[in-house]
Nanobody
């Protein structure tokens, strides 16, 4: 089992920045591919970014490319999502997730999920 706890969400004006953190406990963190997803009211959960086990490879949804940066610190068992130039359409609950085997953007492939943190961007 892997336990994931997100933090860092909040209310920010358009153009602002937030940094989300996801602290992991349980199994060996560096064995897991980590992803960030988000879900807005009335919409399906969507992929935001993922990072490889070592942190050497990252991948982003087109909607956040150039604005968001995913990173990880395996010594601290933590994955981060730096979000810059936030827009109202970025408003959602943001979730981190862990996956053991395959680098994927499909939420169904991820094994463990955090409880989510709310990000609200005002115009």
């Amino acid at each position: 089992q892997v336990q994931l706890v997100e933090s860092g969400g909040g209310l920010v004006q358009a153009g602002g920045s937030l940094r989300l953190s996801c602290a992991a406990s349980g199994r060996t963190f560096s064995n897991y591919i980590m992803g960030w997803f988000r879900q807005a009211p009335g919409k399906e959960r969507e992929f935001v970014a993922r990072i490889s086990r070592s942190g050497g490879s990252t991948y982003y949804a087109d909607s956040v490319k150039g604005r968001f940066t995913i990173s990880r610190d395996n010594a601290k068992n933590t994955v981060y999502l730096q979000m810059n130039s936030l827009q109202p359409e970025d408003t959602a609950v943001y979730y981190c997730a862990a996956e053991r085997s395959v680098q994927t953007s499909f939420p169904n492939e991820y094994d463990y999920w955090g409880q989510g943190t709310q990000v609200t961007v005002s115009s």
